[in-house]
């Protein structure tokens, strides 16, 4: 559980200018500035708002949160992030939390089919896939029928998790049957192994890839183009703070949301 704490003292600031009287013994006057006051609306959103959220969307969310402590000084996000198929799990366990943002349709229709979702999804962002590989490209991998070489380490997402779904499809199109060593429980391992040096290849997101600065390089994978996840995010029926959900929702599928996305990589939905 990933902290962005919003919590601001808002100061209000107020010049005052005394006129002295001259010598005919006047009263002495004060003349405010008139400097305007920074005050958060009276029907501002306040309170603690919990955010269950891709692993992917880690680095833009918490941008997000920066952004949004000026417009929101009394507004707290705290983020959990992981796989979409794990975070679902927990809300139809009845795990407290206001908004749901997967990393594919196929996980948040099975929390809209479990009841837990307050209205419609909507897509906020698009992401591909890329062939990763460590700095300098160490295992010499050349495109995707590299990941079928039982002599490098790979690494791909367990297909339950929507970048696992993603890699299958990809290596469906691309006819490849891949060998990994490792199936990681979200795209964040997988990037990790290849940023570490630990595996030769994997296949993650473009953000994630992005992400990672150069410690990880990327591979031309043509077929990537024909493969890619919708993300969307929804309010939560038992939401304990659904005005502050809202208003979050709101910076995600609209400004500053779309800005910072864009800046990390993701496509537009």
């Given amino acids: 559980m990933r ?52 692993a992917s969307l880690t680095e833009s969310f918490e941008t997000l949160s920066d952004q949004l402590a000026d417009q929101y000084p009394d507004l707290e996000i705290v983020y959990s992030f992981g796989p979409s198929s794990g975070l679902v799990e927990q809300v139809l366990a009845g795990a407290p939390a206001d908004v749901l943002a997967t990393a594919d349709t196929k996980t948040m229709d099975e929390a809209v089919a479990g009841g837990v979702v307050d209205g419609e999804p909507s897509v906020f962002a698009r992401n591909t896939l890329a062939l990763a590989v460590p700095a300098g490209n160490p295992g010499g991998v050349t495109g995707l029928a590299d990941l079928a070489n039982p002599d490098l380490r790979i690494a791909i997402c367990e297909p339950q998790v929507p970048c696992g779904g993603a890699a299958q499809r990809l290596l469906d199109a691309a006819g490849v049957t891949a060998a990994p060593d490792t199936l990681t429980t979200d795209v964040k391992e997988a990037a990790s192994l290849v940023a570490l040096g630990e595996a030769d290849a994997a296949l993650i997101y473009l953000t994630d890839a992005a992400a990672e600065g150069d410690a990880v390089e990327t591979v031309d994978v043509p077929e990537s183009d024909s493969v890619v996840n919708d993300y969307p995010v929804a309010v939560l029926t038992d939401a304990p703070n659904p005005d502050g959900a809202q208003a979050v929702l709101d910076a995600i599928t609209g400004e500053p949301g779309q800005s910072i996305l864009g800046e990390a990589g993701f496509l537009s939905p």
């Fill in 3 to 54: 902290r962005a704490r919003l919590t601001f003292a808002v100061a209000a600031a107020a010049l005052l200018a005394v006129a002295c009287g001259g010598d005919d013994g006047g009263d002495d006057t004060a003349a405010p500035a008139g400097t305007a006051t920074t005050e958060p609306a009276d029907d501002a959103p306040s309170g603690t708002v919990t955010v269950l959220a891709a």
